[in-house]
């Protein structure tokens, strides 16, 4: 066991704060590493909060890690000591269903272990995440950061940029598609990139002519002011493929108007319930929806290989730990363009 200094919440809506955790002593496939960097997620926020009641104290968040390893166990073949290396949001599954075997860890039909919050399946102890000096996790979730990709923006890719790669690979996204985006922050504004790097046809919908000026700095094409209902009318039928980013309780509806024959809209941000939608909208050129959710450990590796060899960056924002309740309170407000990223090296002043 080694002793190790994070942040993180005592209780709900408390303020994160400097605690110590024992990290588990390395067993024959584990992967030792320092953290470099953690990108920020809302799901922090969420689970700091207890917002979905389901979160163990003390909560040590963050599954957007980045770091070099610093040892490993007797078994591990693919890592050696100083590696550059990432850990995104899931540190464990069964490896033997068919989803493990198809490379979908993340829909593992006998459950995951998340990297925080979750129950590591050896000793059932709490997991716990990267706002942390260091993590030991098990090989086959460790992945290999490239070598052009700097380490600063490559955590947001864990998460958000999975959130929205899985898809467009999924939908084999390329030149020719016509791609809707629906909603301009972490998840939109890394779609817009990935999107336009693949060759589509990219616009952005949004309720916020302010930011029209942003999505097309991020390469979008065209950009639909939804609440505009000429423009809105217009666009019916436009679209093979829509990228909806929305993060909560949205209508659906008017964004499935714009899908052309054999359309499909694919939810990527809400996970609760939606308004009704109107079947008729789905019978007409038969339109589907759909969801996703993350991309599995070899979808996750071609898109940082990808990201490298295209220079594809998320848009961040960097922070000290110590600043860690302030980016929440922001990130609450919308205020942050498009994630933060917390300098891990903050942590030894904490």
């Known amino acids: 066991m080694t002793n190790c200094?994070?942040?993180?919440?005592?209780?709900?809506?408390?303020?994160?704060?400097?605690?110590?955790?024992?990290?588990r002593a390395l067993r024959d496939d584990d992967v030792a590493i320092d953290i470099a960097y953690c990108g920020v997620c809302h799901t922090d926020v969420h689970f700091a909060h207890n917002d979905w009641g389901s979160t163990v104290f003390p909560c040590v968040p963050g599954h957007e890690i980045v770091g070099h390893v610093t040892a490993v166990g007797r078994a591990v073949s693919r890592y050696k000591v100083g590696d550059r290396v990432a850990v995104g949001c899931l540190v464990d599954s069964c490896q033997q269903c068919a989803a493990c075997e198809a490379g979908e860890e993340p829909h593992c039909q006998h459950g995951t272990?998340?990297?925080?919050?979750?129950?590591?399946?050896?000793?059932?102890?709490?997991?716990?995440?990267?706002?942390?000096?260091?993590?030991?996790?098990?090989?086959?979730?460790?992945?290999?950061?490239?070598?052009?990709?700097?380490?600063?923006?490559?955590?947001?890719?864990?998460?958000?940029?999975?959130?929205?790669?899985?898809?467009?690979?999924?939908h084999n996204v390329g030149e020719g598609t016509r791609l809707a985006v629906v909603g301009l922050g972490g998840l939109g504004h890394m779609a817009v990139?990935?999107?336009?790097?693949?060759?589509?046809?990219?616009?952005?919908?949004?309720?916020?002519?302010?930011?029209?000026?942003d999505a097309r700095a991020l390469g979008a094409h065209h950009v639909?002011?939804?609440?505009?209902?000429?423009?809105?009318?217009?666009?019916?039928?436009?679209?093979?493929?829509?990228?909806?980013?929305?993060?909560?309780?949205?209508?659906?509806?008017?964004?499935?108007?714009?899908?052309?024959?054999?359309?499909?809209?694919?939810?990527?941000?809400?996970?609760?319930?939606?308004?009704?939608?109107?079947?008729?909208?789905?019978?007409?050129?038969?339109?589907?929806?759909?969801?996703?959710?993350?991309?599995?450990?070899a979808q996750t590796q071609e898109l940082l290989d990808f990201c490298a060899e295209r220079q594809v960056l998320p848009q961040c924002e960097m922070i000290?730990?110590?600043?860690?309740?302030?980016?929440?309170?922001?990130?609450?407000?919308?205020?942050?363009?498009?994630?933060?990223?917390?300098?891990?090296?903050?942590?030894?002043?904490?």
């Open 5 to 23: 200094l994070c942040y993180g919440a005592h209780e709900a809506r408390a303020d994160l704060t400097p605690l110590r955790i024992e990290r």
């Open 113 to 170: 272990t998340p990297t925080y919050n979750g129950r590591d399946r050896v000793s059932g102890a709490n997991t716990h995440g990267g706002y942390s000096q260091h993590i030991v996790v098990r090989e086959k979730f460790v992945l290999r950061v490239p070598q052009h990709l700097d380490l600063r923006f490559t955590g947001p890719l864990l998460c958000a940029g999975i959130t929205v790669w899985s898809p467009l690979r999924e």
């Open 193 to 213: 990139k990935l999107a336009v790097a693949l060759g589509a046809e990219v616009t952005v919908v949004t309720t916020s002519p302010g930011k029209a000026d």
């Open 224 to 297: 639909l002011l939804s609440t505009d209902p000429q423009a809105m009318a217009g666009a019916v039928n436009a679209f093979d493929l829509i990228l909806d980013t929305i993060p909560r309780k949205h209508n659906v509806n008017p964004y499935l108007m714009l899908l052309g024959r054999h359309g499909k809209l694919v939810l990527v941000g809400a996970l609760e319930p939606l308004e009704p939608i109107h079947g008729a909208l789905l019978a007409r050129n038969n339109r589907s929806i759909s969801g996703s959710l993350i991309g599995g450990l």
């Open 320 to 350: 000290d730990i110590q600043d860690i309740n302030t980016a929440f309170e922001r990130m609450e407000r919308n205020d942050v363009k498009y994630r933060f990223v917390i300098d891990m090296a903050s942590l030894n002043g904490a």
